[in-house]
């Protein structure tokens, strides 16, 4: 694999849980800093009080809010706690009997992985030159036995964009009934228009895609745990026929997902706050030498001139929480947007841990 992610020398269990030096800036889950919003906390301390009541009418009634934002019928929409679940649900169905699966290199591995320990084979397309996807290249890797095509767009962990048109030309050449194509938008609502940029279009034309949506980062709901799949009612019927999806969710995340649709200003404020962040980044670490990858995200990568694993081990002793990748053998940092005073301490710390 060459993408790998390096860990500090502290015994982390999953999730970051285990004991560590207590972090000035945890900048290392691409978290978002200002969510929930104001009216989903509301909603959610509402919604506890009928805790003892399943959640199916709420789930209902979001997966219909969700099915006319995306301009779908409901039959269209897979609700799950998190895009995560959507991302490795699909792994698991689509290579329960082997195949392979095109993705570029690097990506965002939790598709990838499922799909390997199911074990399919991962045809790597190496980004091109400027971070983007290699349509080409990986519409030359589809053969016979390709069960799905994964794309990340904008990308993790290079927070690149490769061009929609670009993506629905690949889309309109690759995806048939036995080749899906699942395109992860994950940060895509922190593009302006971004719903023009979306890959729903192509599943309004019925072409075999899945589109994954997460409320863990513009809406800051990460540890509320929603996410929602688009796809053709075809595939959605694959699903339900394996998995009873609404048992998954809780009432109060449901709840508090449509009080974060609803308040469009909080969105606004998140997106604008993001940007404002990499601008205040992308300066700071030009100012120190540095040659940051240009980012839609809600996070910013960048070489430095250190093992990793040190560096990481460097910056946690500062409180200053990050994550380190070894990328085609060069070692690179991760760093989440947070608020402007955090971005100065992540600043300061890396100036004296690298200059």
């Known amino acids: 694999m060459s993408v790998k992610e390096i860990r500090p020398s502290l015994e982390w269990e ?9 972090l ?44 006319d934002f995306e301009g779908v019928s409901e039959d ?11 991302l490795e649900k699909m792994a698991i169905m689509h290579f329960m009997n082997g ?30 030159d400027d971070w983007a996807h290699d349509l080409k290249g990986m519409a030359e890797a589809v053969d016979k036995d390709t069960k799905m095509v994964y794309i990340c767009n904008p990308n993790n962990p290079t927070g690149t964009l490769t061009k929609p048109e670009e993506i629905r030309s690949f889309i309109r050449e690759v995806a048939t009934d036995d080749c899906t194509v699942f395109v992860d938008e994950a940060y895509l609502e922190f593009l302006p228009d971004y719903q023009r940029k979306s890959m729903v279009s192509m599943i309004k034309e019925g072409k075999n895609v899945i589109v994954a949506r997460t409320f863990s980062k513009v809406h800051g709901m990460a540890g509320l745990r929603i996410g929602y799949g688009v796809m053709l009612p075809s595939m959605l019927e694959k699903v339900d026929a394996i998995w009873r999806g609404n048992m998954s969710l809780c009432k109060t995340s449901l709840m508090g997902a449509m009080a ?8 606004a404020k998140s997106v604008r706050a993001t940007a404002e962040a990499r601008q205040q980044t992308m300066a700071g670490l030009k100012k120190l030498g540095f040659n940051p990858i240009p980012s839609h995200t809600s996070f910013m990568i960048f070489p430095i001139p250190m093992a990793g694993k040190a560096f990481l081990d460097a910056m946690f002793a500062k409180g200053i929480g990050v994550r380190a990748f070894d990328i085609f053998g060069e070692d690179y940092c991760r760093v989440s947007m947070g608020k402007p005073e955090e971005m100065d301490l992540f600043l300061n710390a890396l100036e004296e841990v690298l200059v």
């Open 14 to 22: 999953r999730g970051y849980t285990a004991a560590r030096p207590a």
């Open 99 to 128: 195949g392979n699966l095109v993705a570029a290199d690097p990506a965002y591995m939790s598709l990838i992985k499922t799909a390997m320990a199911m074990k399919a084979d991962w045809k790597k397309v190496r980004l091109t």
């Open 24 to 67: 000035k800036a945890r900048l290392l889950a691409n978290e978002n800093p200002w969510g929930p919003s104001p009216d989903a906390r509301l909603a959610i301390m509402e919604a506890a009080k009928d805790g003892n009541r399943y959640q199916h009418e709420a789930a209902n009634q979001l997966k219909k809010m969700i099915a």
């Open 260 to 267: 974060s649709m609803q308040d469009t200003d909080f969105q």
């Open 76 to 86: 269209h929409i897979l609700l799950a706690p998190g895009s995560s679940d959507v």
